[in-house]
């Protein structure tokens, strides 16, 4: 990848990252775009938290694949790797008590297999290091950065789930309109994230290197 696209590519990341963050940051329930659940007080509380450690991992793991900073900053490789390791497991943990709390049947399914991928590509991750077997640390790595980027693409597929759907209804909305469209595609983007994340990532990993 050029340096130009790899910059292009994580001024998009970050940006979508600061977009979802942004409504949290007046720590106002009423500014949830995530639907909260009465009969859980701490809702939009885990809500909150799960969103902070989640952008934490996202800004820290952009660091950790650059072959330069970890050849020439070691210690800073190790370090926000912690701290990547520790905000995956702790937004992991909150992602679980949330979907025990998401009315939509489909989305907390969504949201309960992301969050055992996400928790268990890192652990894996983690171990490897701990082991010190290197190769095998850096791909389960990069497939736990890839779960984090769900986040990120789930939300960049939007736009074209909407043309899919129009498509798909003869280019007429539903008969719930527009708000109806919407939450139907609300609750199968993080499935379609999460799977084009993934295929892109094993393609990397597998394919076939020069010289091999």
Not at 68 to 77: G, L, V
Request: proline share 3%.
């Amino acid at each position: 990848m050029s340096k130009k696209l790899g910059i292009f590519f994580v001024i998009i990341i970050i940006g979508v990252a600061i977009a979802a963050l942004f409504p949290y940051v007046t720590l106002n329930p009423a500014d949830s775009r995530v639907k909260l659940n009465t009969a859980f007080s701490l809702h939009y509380t885990v809500l909150v938290l799960h969103i902070g450690f989640a952008f934490v991992a996202l800004v820290s793991g952009l660091f950790q694949f650059h072959k330069r900073f970890r050849t020439n900053y070691p210690a800073w490789h190790r370090a926000l790797g912690r701290v990547y390791v520790v905000s995956v497991m702790i937004g992991g943990l909150l992602g679980l008590v949330m979907t025990l709390y998401i009315e939509s049947f489909t989305k907390a399914m969504a949201f309960l297999a992301l969050s055992l991928l996400w928790l268990f590509t890192t652990w894996k991750g983690f171990r490897y290091a701990v082991k010190k077997q290197f190769d095998e640390h850096r791909v389960w790595m990069i497939r736990s950065y890839a779960i984090t980027l769900v986040a990120t693409s789930a939300r960049l597929i939007v736009p074209i789930c909407i043309l899919l759907y129009i498509a798909k209804m003869g280019f007429h909305l539903p008969a719930g309109g527009r708000e109806q469209m919407v939450a139907d595609i609300l609750e199968i983007n993080i499935w379609i994230g999460l799977l084009i994340n993934l295929m892109v990532v094993e393609w990397f990993l597998l394919k076939p290197r020069k010289g091999k």
